[in-house]
Structures are given as C-alpha cells and as structure tokens.
C-alpha cells in the first residue's frame, strides 16, 4: 500500500497540495479527479518523490520513502503530463533505450518489448519514426516506457489530454486489460469526470490543493442523495424565466443553456408544483422534463459552486 498522510507542498506563496491523506492498495484503481489548478500534478510528483514535501509524509508499506525513496522506485512506474521520448527513434528503439538505462537484463528486455507493444496496440507501428506519430499513440508509447519495469503500482497523469477520440478510448481499455491481467494497481489523474467513472474502484475528488470528497462512485454520489437533479426542455429561452429559477429559494444550481435548464432540488418536493407556475406567468411552453441520477460532476457543483471544467 502506498499512503500519503497529511502531505503538503508550498511554492512560494501557492499552497498547491494542503493536508493531503490518501492511499492506493494493491491491485486497485483510484482516481483524481480535479478541475485544472487543482494540485493532482504536484500530489503525484510528491507520491513519486520528484519533489519533496513541505509538511507530511508519503510510505509504502509504512515506511517512509522520503527518507528512503529506493523502496519504491523500481515499484512504481509514472507516465508524467509532458511526453518524453526520443522522435528519431521508433517505438522499438525507444523502449529498447528506456529500458537499457534502466538496466533491464537482454533476454527480459526483449521479451517485455514485445508485451508492451502488443498491450498498447504499437505493434503494427514499431517499424515507424516517433516524430511522424499521432499525439494518442505518443501518449501510448509514454505509457510502455513506464510499464518497462513491471510496475506493480503506475501512475497516469492526465493521459487523454488533448488526443483523439480513438486513442482515447484504447488507453482507457488498456489501462483497465493492465489492471485485470497483471492487477497493477492505477492513479489516474484526470479532470474528466466520465473517465474516472469508468475506470475507477474509489476516488478523490481535489480542488484548490484539498481532497474535498472520497470514497466509491456510490458513497460519493451519496452525498446528493437529498436532491433530485432535473432539466427542463422550453419551447424556447426566455430571459425572465431563467432569472425566475436563478433566483428561486427552493432551486439550487441553476445552469441555463439557452432553453435547456437544469437545476437541483430536494428529493421530496413536487418540483412541477414551482416550475408550472412559472411557465404561465411567463406564458412559455414545456416542452419536456427530467429526473436525472446524480453525476460526479453534479457533486464537484455542489461542493464547490463551480463546474469541473471552468
Ligand atoms: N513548480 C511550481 N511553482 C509554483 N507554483 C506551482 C508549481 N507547480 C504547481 N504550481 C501551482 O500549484 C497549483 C497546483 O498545480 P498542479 O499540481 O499542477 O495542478 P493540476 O495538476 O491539478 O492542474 C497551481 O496553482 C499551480 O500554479
Ligand atoms: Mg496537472
């Protein structure tokens, strides 16, 4: 297990990680899931012992690899934001020099290339120059670097950032195959809320250096389970309308997209009995409505008065 207990990082005058406590089991999925700013770079560069600490600990365990961070290192593989790889050489030849340095045996090497390859799908691209690579397939080859090593613990920070849809969704299924097939136990950083939906066993939701909520998708969710999340379809916008629901005592996150509104409220209340009303003193036609189960992003929006994507 790998623990971080009360963990904080100051730069300067940015508190980027405040009082951070988290853990990640063997063979498990986690993910962090955080709107941009909100310290998931940092937590893993600190859980990787890229950076050190200003306040806390990080074990594995239950020893402190910041004193000792060999107790880790060969355990845990990181595929960072930014890609590192050499364009002038193919996938092959990259994972060949990644995994020289890391002074993995011939034989072995060889061996856990030809895994690699086939696990991020590079195989039919091997024979290719990195620098005439897709962005997706950079990112995929990024993560066969980490794996070189057999991590029994990776790290992914935000692995979909800025790729195509197709690659996108190869990484998503890769990552879970990896976890089902060699168990390695995932942190995946993201600020999609959808993909650490699929992906993920527990999560942490952080925002502005804090974990402001934990726990599996249910418990989360749980957390909206006095309200009720419901949109609304009109004929068409009305200006008076939307400022009627955004100032509303009994409504709560009103979000107004043009004749689509969606608002919250508790679970109990007869919302028809507010909004009807509200529609002939405006005189605008409904076209429709909807209950809707809550989502991650529903419980950022109420934690934090903001959305996960500002
Ligand atoms: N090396 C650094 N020096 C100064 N401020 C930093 C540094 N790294 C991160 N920060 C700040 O810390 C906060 C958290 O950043 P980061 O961990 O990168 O968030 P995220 O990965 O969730 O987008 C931000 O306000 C960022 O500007
Ligand atoms: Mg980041």
Same mark, same amino acid.
């Given at each position: 297990?790998?623990?971080?207990?009360?963990?904080?990082?100051?730069?300067?005058?940015?508190?980027?990680?405040? &009082?951070?406590?988290?853990?990640? *089991?063997?063979?498990?999925?986690?993910?962090?899931?955080?709107? &941009?700013?909100?310290?998931?770079? @940092? @937590?893993?560069?600190?859980?990787?012992?890229? #950076?050190?600490?200003?306040?806390?600990?990080?074990?594995?365990?239950?020893?402190? #690899?910041?004193?000792?961070?060999?107790?880790?290192? &060969?355990?845990?593989?990181?595929?960072?934001?930014? #890609?590192?790889?050499?364009?002038?050489?193919?996938?092959?030849?990259?994972?060949?020099?990644?995994?020289?340095?890391?002074?993995?045996?011939?034989?072995?090497?060889? *061996?856990?290339?030809?895994?690699?390859?086939?696990?991020?799908?590079?195989? %039919?691209?091997?024979?290719?120059?990195?620098?005439?690579?897709?962005?997706?397939?950079?990112?995929?080859? &990024?993560?066969?670097?980490?794996?070189?090593?057999?991590?029994?613990?990776?790290?992914? %920070?935000?692995?979909?950032?800025?790729?195509?849809?197709? +690659?996108?969704?190869?990484?998503?299924?890769? #990552?879970?195959?990896?976890?089902?097939?060699?168990?390695?136990?995932?942190?995946?950083?993201?600020?999609?809320?959808?993909?650490? *939906?699929?992906?993920? %066993?527990?999560?942490?939701?952080?925002?502005?250096?804090?974990?402001?909520?934990?726990?599996?998708?249910?418990?989360?969710?749980?957390?909206?389970?006095?309200?009720? @999340?419901?949109?609304?379809?009109?004929?068409?916008? +009305?200006?008076?309308?939307?400022?009627?629901?955004?100032?509303?005592?009994?409504?709560?996150?009103?979000?107004?997209?043009?004749?689509?509104?969606?608002?919250?409220?508790?679970?109990?209340? %007869?919302?028809?009995?507010?909004?009807?009303?509200?529609?002939?003193?405006?005189?605008?036609?409904?076209?429709?409505?909807?209950?809707?189960?809550?989502?991650?992003?529903?419980?950022?929006?109420?934690?934090?008065?903001?959305?996960?994507?500002?």
């Amino acid at each position: 297990m790998i623990e971080a207990v009360n963990l904080t990082k100051t730069f300067k005058n940015t508190k980027a990680v405040e &009082n951070i406590n988290l853990y990640i *089991e063997q063979g498990e999925i986690v993910g962090l899931l955080g709107p &941009n700013g909100a310290g998931k770079s @940092t @937590t893993i560069a600190l859980i990787s012992t890229l #950076i050190e600490p200003t306040a806390g600990e990080v074990l594995f365990q239950q020893q402190s #690899i910041i004193d000792n961070p060999k107790l880790l290192r &060969n355990k845990l593989g990181v595929v960072p934001q930014e #890609i590192a790889l050499y364009g002038d050489l193919t996938a092959r030849e990259n994972l060949q020099f990644f995994g020289t340095i890391q002074k993995i045996g011939k034989g072995e090497l060889k *061996e856990r290339i030809d895994t690699i390859l086939q696990q991020i799908g590079l195989e %039919d691209d091997k024979k290719k120059l990195v620098k005439y690579y897709s962005g997706g397939m950079r990112r995929r080859l &990024n993560i066969g670097v980490a794996l070189l090593h057999k991590p029994a613990y990776l790290i992914l %920070d935000e692995p979909t950032v800025g790729i195509d849809p197709q +690659s996108r969704s190869y990484i998503l299924q890769a #990552i879970k195959r990896l976890n089902q097939e060699e168990n390695t136990a995932i942190i995946y950083t993201s600020h999609y809320m959808e993909e650490v *939906e699929f992906l993920c %066993d527990r999560l942490y939701i952080m925002d502005r250096g804090k974990i402001i909520a934990t726990g599996t998708k249910e418990e989360i969710k749980a957390i909206l389970a006095s309200e009720k @999340t419901v949109e609304i379809k009109l004929q068409k916008h +009305s200006k008076a309308f939307a400022e009627a629901l955004l100032t509303h005592a009994m409504l709560a996150n009103v979000q107004i997209a043009e004749a689509q509104m969606t608002f919250t409220v508790d679970k109990n209340l %007869d919302f028809l009995a507010i909004i009807l009303p509200l529609c002939e003193l405006h005189q605008i036609v409904l076209k429709g409505f909807q209950v809707k189960e809550p989502t991650l992003e529903d419980v950022f929006l109420h934690l934090t008065g903001r959305a996960l994507r500002d």
